[in-house]
């Protein structure tokens, strides 16, 4: 059997995962998979084939150490997505690469760290009624706060503990979230496998499902497809996975984010999906051997 390694953490048991559907059609082609932490430091990569980086979903918590961490994987074995391709896509600055390549991003303030007054004007400069602040290198929605101006006022003692020396970054909150949903697509080394609709829990605006939210299984409209491949052609490597999160604003579809480090992949919404991630591998590997 050949073998390949999913990248993951320590505890998954508060998490939706579902990359044990990847193993029966990894297995059909004769390959065995192993999921390991990546605080694991002891372990030897060079076993594998592939590391796929699939769900270290604390990695936020510790941005040093897990980028020491690829490192040392791309050194002993071959990393999925590449080393560069994640270090760019680890810092959510990546969106200013996106919209100087003319793609339809939402309108972002970058901060150093909290201030108070700049996060203050920015609700008239952004023109919007409640902002949304989180730090440039995120996950899950930790640490993400919708704030009204008088929210600003009252949790600005949390806010400034919260951003103390720690780069983030100030959106308009965008009510489509909450009235149509924020849409994915899924990407296997340059095909389009599938898309879903994520709508948060009544009363909230995350839409993962770890705070309640819903998933439904869609057919993208062109002008989707269109962003998110302008989205893909302005990055500066190849993939194997990539998911292009979306959001109505003014009147588009925008890109919120896109995720090439970690996404999950929902491949329980397309039962076709795990059979498609396992062929885009294999043609992926073929193209970098």
């Known amino acids: 059997m050949k073998r390949l390694a999913f990248l993951?953490?320590?505890?998954?048991?508060?998490?939706?995962?579902?990359?044990?559907?990847?193993?029966?059609?990894?297995?059909?082609?004769g390959y065995e998979v192993d999921t390991i932490s990546w605080h694991q430091s002891e372990t030897d990569f060079s076993v594998y084939e592939a590391v796929i980086v699939r769900s270290p979903w604390d990695y936020q918590q510790y941005e040093a150490e897990f980028v020491a961490c690829l490192k040392r994987i791309d050194q002993q074995s071959r990393l999925m997505n590449s080393l560069p391709l994640m270090e760019w896509n680890l810092n959510k600055r990546y969106l200013k690469d996106l919209e100087a390549a003319e793609v339809h991003v939402l309108p972002?303030?970058?901060?150093?760290g909290f201030e108070q007054s700049a996060i203050a004007a920015a609700f008239t400069e952004l023109?919007?009624?409640?902002?949304?602040?989180?730090?440039?290198?995120?996950?899950?929605?930790?640490?993400?706060?919708?704030?009204t101006p008088e929210g600003l006022t009252l949790s600005a003692g949390e806010l400034a503990e919260c951003f103390a020396q720690r780069e983030c970054?100030?959106?308009?909150?965008?009510?489509?979230v909450t009235e149509q949903g924020e849409v994915s697509l899924f990407y296997f080394a340059g095909e389009l496998s599938h898309a879903i609709?994520?709508?948060?829990?009544?009363?909230?605006?995350?839409?993962?499902?770890?705070?309640g939210g819903s998933l439904q299984a869609i057919t993208p409209e062109p002008a989707m497809l269109s962003n998110a491949q302008a989205a893909l052609n302005a990055m500066p490597d190849d993939y194997l996975y990539a998911r292009v999160d979306l959001l109505w604003f003014a009147g588009?579809?925008?890109?919120?984010?896109?995720?090439?480090?970690?996404?999950?992949?929902?491949?329980n919404l397309d039962e076709q999906s795990p059979q498609r991630f396992v062929n885009a591998y294999f043609r992926?590997?073929?193209?970098?051997?």
């Open 284 to 289: 992926y590997a073929s193209a970098h051997a």
């Open 8 to 29: 993951s953490m320590d505890d998954l048991q508060d998490f939706f995962v579902y990359d044990d559907l990847l193993v029966a059609p990894l297995a059909a082609q």
């Open 169 to 176: 970054m100030v959106q308009p909150f965008v009510t489509s």
């Open 108 to 112: 972002t303030r970058w901060l150093a």
């Open 252 to 267: 588009e579809w925008r890109i919120i984010e896109l995720e090439l480090i970690e996404p999950s992949l929902y491949f």
């Open 197 to 211: 609709l994520k709508r948060p829990k009544a009363g909230d605006f995350r839409v993962q499902e770890e705070h």
């Open 127 to 147: 023109a919007c009624e409640e902002l949304v602040i989180k730090p440039c290198v995120s996950a899950n929605a930790d640490d993400t706060f919708r704030l």
